[in-house]
Nanobody, 126 residues
Framework: QVQLVESGGGLVQAGASLKLSCVAS????????MGWFRQAPGKEREFVASINFSGTNTYYANSVKGRFTISRDHAKNTGYLQMTSLKPEDTAVYYC???????????????????WGQGTQVTVSS
């Protein structure tokens, strides 16, 4: 069983950077693919990025590729999303997810991913 807790969101100006963290409760997180999704008011939850258990494979939505970087630290049982060059359209609640799947499949699974955090708000003003 895995519990995930996100943090690091906030209110920033366009062009700024934020780094989100996702702390997992159990060792099993280390064997799971983890990812980030986001959901803006009135919109469906969308895939942002994913990373496999070893950190050797990553997968990004086209909207964030080149601006966001996903990573993980097994020693700290923590995943990260480094966001740079933030845009107003990045405004959303960001959720951490984990599941026994591939990075690409997590993007397709969407809300069907096995474990979720509570979300952290990211707001980008112009």
């Amino acid at each position: 069983q895995v519990q995930l807790v996100e943090s690091g969101g906030g209110l920033v100006q366009a062009g700024a950077s934020l780094k989100l963290s996702c702390v997992a409760s159990g060792r099993t997180f280390r064997s799971y693919t983890m990812g980030w999704f986001r959901q803006a008011p009135g919109k469906e939850r969308e895939f942002v990025a994913s990373i496999n258990f070893s950190g050797t494979n990553t997968y990004y939505a086209n909207s964030v590729k080149g601006r966001f970087t996903i990573s993980r630290d097994h020693a700290k049982n923590t995943g990260y999303l480094q966001m740079t060059s933030l845009k107003p359209e990045d405004t959303a609640v960001y959720y951490c997810a984990a599941d026994a799947t591939t990075t690409q499949n997590m993007a397709l699974m969407g809300a069907r991913s096995g474990y979720w955090g509570q979300g952290t708000q990211v707001t980008v003003s112009s």
